[in-house]
């Protein structure tokens, strides 16, 4: 093979290996998101009165039920601060107090809703849960995660 096809083809080679990742980084960058180890559950590291501002613009909220969605979220917020810091748990029960928590806080916010900000909220959390078991099913147990 004449040595300026070796040097094209190895070159289209490392570009093909390249380019994903370039873009994956690039298409990251734009989207603003987190990274992984900041990600976590994007919920308990997200700023409460940001996600209140969110929660209201998606459900189209009053002023009234911002202010409360966002007391919830605080409160949320310090409960799980609190029970990170709690080494006296197993990893098993601090998660289940996560989620009696996160549930609570799913239930306070649910009962400041009309009808029609019930079902646009109802949607969110289905599409949430469809998300977390995504993700659950990308990040096998004794394995990394796929891609």
Known sequence: MPKPCLIVITLVALLHMALPRAVAQEAGS???QPAPSERGHARAHMD???HA???AKRLKLNSDQQSKVEAILTS???QRENL???SSLSKGDRRSKMMDIHKSSDEQIRALLDPDQEKQWDEMQSRHEERMQEHHH???PGG???V
Do not use: I, N, V
């Open 48 to 50: 409460p009165a940001k």
């Open 53 to 55: 501002a969110m929660l």
């Open 144 to 146: 990394p995660p796929t």
């Open 138 to 140: 990308e990040q096998a």
């Open 76 to 78: 949320e917020q310090s």
């Open 30 to 32: 734009s989207d603003q």
């Open 84 to 86: 990170q810091s709690d």
